[in-house]
């Protein structure tokens, strides 16, 4: 089993709908969440972190835990086409010295015009 | 300031060569990341830095040394690399302490001849 498991994708959605990714984690112990966004040939870019369970929403963005369930996830309402990208989700343990990131693989996201 | 700056965008080198990456942030941040990253695959984490010493270690060749030489800079130094080691190489910056939320450098793309 991944440390970190995501729908590779694609996921593909009309411009204006809801887009839903999804991410599950194996670790119990694991204390913040992160759903990074990236573009082809570019670095990560921070969308949400979430520490919590429940929602959080930022803008166009919301972000659900459930730490029972060990499931992340982040909606995008009103979906662009300049949301097209891979998300990657990102959980954070206690491992040793530190904090240890693992990244899921990504899901590929198109949103069509 | 709130990036993450990363010289040079582009390497290319031999395998008989040394060389250095970079990474500078100046948003008081005390932790620092270096990741590995092929294409289509997320980002795979190489080092972490808390409070200039080095906290994590995955278990990378010893062709990749990374040094912190203060709360600023990190570096990543190149030995003897292998063509399997091409790939983007990517700097990020945290407040040290309860695995808070990671701001990604542009990354230095490297190629091994």
């Known amino acids: 089993q991944k440390e970190v498991e995501q729908n590779s994708g694609p996921l593909s959605v009309p411009e204006g709908a809801i887009a839903s990714l999804n991410c599950t984690y194996s670790?119990?112990?694991?204390?913040?969440f992160f759903w990074y966004r990236q573009y082809s040939g570019k670095s990560p870019e921070l969308i949400m972190f979430?520490?919590?369970?429940g929602d959080k929403e930022d803008g166009r963005f919301t972000a659900q835990l459930n730490k029972a369930s060990q499931y992340v996830s982040l909606l995008i309402r009103d979906s662009q086409p300049s949301d097209s990208a891979t998300y990657l989700c990102?959980?954070?343990?206690?491992?040793?010295?530190?904090?240890?990131?693992?990244f899921g693989a990504g899901t590929r996201l198109f949103v069509k015009a | 300031d709130t990036e993450v700056t990363q010289t040079p965008k582009h390497l290319v080198m031999g395998m008989t060569n040394k060389k250095s990456l970079k990474c500078e942030q100046h948003m008081g941040h005390r932790a620092m990341y270096w990741y590995k990253q092929k294409a289509k695959k997320p980002p795979e984490l190489m080092f972490v830095y808390s409070y200039e010493k080095l906290s994590i270690n995955e278990s990378v060749p010893s062709r990749f040394s990374p040094e912190c030489p203060n709360s600023s800079l990190l570096n990543l130094h190149l030995h003897a690399l292998q063509p399997e080691d091409s790939a983007l190489y990517l700097c990020?910056?945290?407040?040290?302490?309860?695995?808070?939320?990671?701001?990604f450098g542009p990354g230095t793309r490297l190629t091994v001849l």
């Open positions: 670790d119990r112990g694991s204390q913040s």
């Open positions: 990102a959980v954070n343990s206690l491992r040793g010295g530190g904090f240890k990131t693992i």
């Open positions: 990020a910056s945290a407040l040290a302490g309860v695995g808070n939320e990671q701001f």
């Open positions: 979430i520490y919590s369970n």
